[in-house]
């Protein structure tokens, strides 16, 4: 058995929660992945480093975690209420390329995003197409049981029917009236009878480029039945964690929970929901469709036109790191900056700390220290709070290498056992090596130095040697009147 104190705020009780997963020793994670038709920007990639820092600590505290993390390449609409055009087909269409062009495309894209932030790829992470067996499989098991019906080649679920005896709204504690009253009404053309009912399986229009047979006639899933047929497949009928971001709530996890009942009957298929806040820009959500959003090569360049400069992944990661998943996160310059400071520090005492001198006292209480970094990750993930003790550990690592402050062998062991699994294992922070220009550029010069030297005494053998080997590595040398020059060889 696991002994900690793991609590995490709980989405669909509205409470923090003591985290008791269904089996032992074992966590099953279902997180909604990427719809992979355009670059992922930094707000998709706060979503997906908060569940990282999950997934790591789960793991950290010894629990077997699988992790399962889609790829939406079919289904999401345009507008969540299954109107306008397929995501994927539409820019296929304006690229003119096949969606699996635009899906291998967005995919890769996305894999290097999270690789450059530091991310644990998931455990398992499928794909709406590979999937669409378990998808009509999962939509004829929820008309047998009467939560569906087809109309025109579309299948609805019923929700009016749903909700006589189950509580459709349960994840976000909305009133069903208002609901009912703030949707469209319908209009003679609709093929659904009730408003809030949404399509299980779509009826492609014959310009549609993907769609597959089904026993409704050539269509496509929507984009709710994906995540609830493949979290059944690898999770179970009943799993732990179902985490995304806060605005896919109110819909696309909603209808997830109303599938899942409906075709299963188990109440409560998932234990715990979780739900990430916003990244904003000047206090508005981060999003494509409002022209606010940054993609990580533009942050990282400072290409930008709202930054100052560029910021390396791991300024970024540590930025998104001091807010708490719960909470907005507002993107500025400042920030940015003082992040860089922050986590530049940081990375400082991870060095000074191996060679820090030892004594025969201690002036802090590293055990009490060590307590309260696990006690803010035990409460629902607190990195903000987690950070605010680990920069207390740098102040003493700093202190105690000023002389100010002093450290015996144990305690210095232990605080370097505490920071290196938490700052490198569970937030998932890393030293980086950036190529700093002006180093090499120093460096080259003083190896050009040394071979002038070499000519000077007239020891051309060491002079060619020195020449030759740069060419290997890919410098080129150019004597002229003015010294020797380099550059590098493509
Ligand atoms: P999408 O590719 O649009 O399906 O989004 C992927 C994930 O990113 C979802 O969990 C969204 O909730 C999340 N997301 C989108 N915009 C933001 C944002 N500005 N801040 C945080 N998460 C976001
Ligand atoms: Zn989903």
Redesign the pocket.
Known sequence: MIHHDLKLYNTLTRQTEKFVPLHPNLVGMYV????VYSN?HL??A??FISFDVVFRYLQHLGYKVRYVRNI?DAG?LESDADEGEDKISRKAKIEQLEPMEIVQRYTIDFHQMMASFNALPPSIEPTATGHIIEQIEMTKQIMANGFAYESNGTVYFDVEKFAKDNNYTALTGRNLDDLLNGTRELSGQDDKRGRLDFALWIKAKPEHIMKWPSPWGEGFPGWHLECSAMSRKYLGEQFDIHG?????APTHHTNEIAQNIACTHHKTPVTYWMH?N???VNGQ???KSLGNSFLPHELFNGSHPLLDKGYSPMTVRFFMLQAHYRSTLDFSNEALQAAEKGFARLMNAMKLIEHLKVGVSSTSNVQVLRENIYAALDDDFNTPIALSHIFEATRIINSVNDGKESITHEDKELLKKTLYEIVYQVLGLKEENAVNTDKIDGLMNMILEVRNEAKTRKDFSTSDLIRDKLKEIGFDIKDGKEGSKYSLIN
């Open positions: 909604c992945g990427p719809t992922a707000g998709n706060r979503t939406t999401h995304g971001g806060m605005d896919l990430t916003m990244l904003t959500k981060m999003s």
